[in-house]
């Protein structure tokens, strides 16, 4: 069977595995039961919506890698209850990253609208199927395939249980900003794979460690996150296109703090036209409440 797969896709999966296995060959005991502190971060909002995510992407590869390149010979039940403690700390950054897709999706896109920036999405039929098409999820399985056999924490006898892939790789691929709407559902499906993969603290168990759940397991969450993050960038270069739009670069740079303050005072004037006119349809102050809403949970 022949896999379509990108060449930046491989490029980062590759790159994951590498530092994978650097942090493998210096696991330290006394490292990793060190837990980090992210409410800073989750709570940041003197910064932009694009930087916030730029942020948490980056901190939520750091710490995937750092949570499973770990030493099994020696993995004791004091660095399992560190494992669970990162793997809260990896679902509630996925959970932020969650929320503000969906401020993308809906209340950003909906001002790029409003603006008359022009941004269709590529597909009238997206709320009906699955973001991801099937050559993607194919791209994935092989992705976790071959990281079975570069990252070296991982059980290489399990490679026998798959059959034999030829890949086709895609060296280029071309972004419009037609493609943001369908680029955000797709990130944001990855992410809710991903957090079907990290359980609760309370839910997980020791057997997680132990072969061949743990080699399944990894080499998924790292397929996850290495196309989660290709998908990025390639949003990521849409933005850079949109800011040369200047109403679509002051909407992308404005910092959380002050689109809570613009929503918040829209409210209120909403609240009191409602109130004193009667003439405001509910159905738009239902609609910026849930947008608003959307922001606070940025």
Known sequence: MRVVI????ISLSRQLARESNKLAGNFNNEDYSRIENI?????KRDISVEKKKNLLINKLHESIAKAFSINKRNFSKKNFDSLRKKLHNIRRIVLKLRSINYYLET???SGLKLAKIRIKDKNSNLMRQENLAADELEALEFTAY???GEVVVLDKRLLKGYAHREKKVLKEERTDAKDLGLLLKKESELLE???AKLPPPKAATIKLVKEPAFTHWVARVFALLSYLEHLCRKEAAIFSKLKRNKSAKNMINKKILHLLEEKSKLLRIM?????SMKRLRTGSLKRELRNFTTTINL
């Open 271 to 275: 609240e009191e036209k409602t109130i």
């Open 39 to 43: 409410d800073n971060l989750l709570l």
């Open 193 to 195: 794979h991903l957090e």
């Open 107 to 109: 209340a950003f896109l």
């Open 6 to 9: 990108s060449q930046g896709h």
């Open 146 to 148: 071959r990281l079975m």
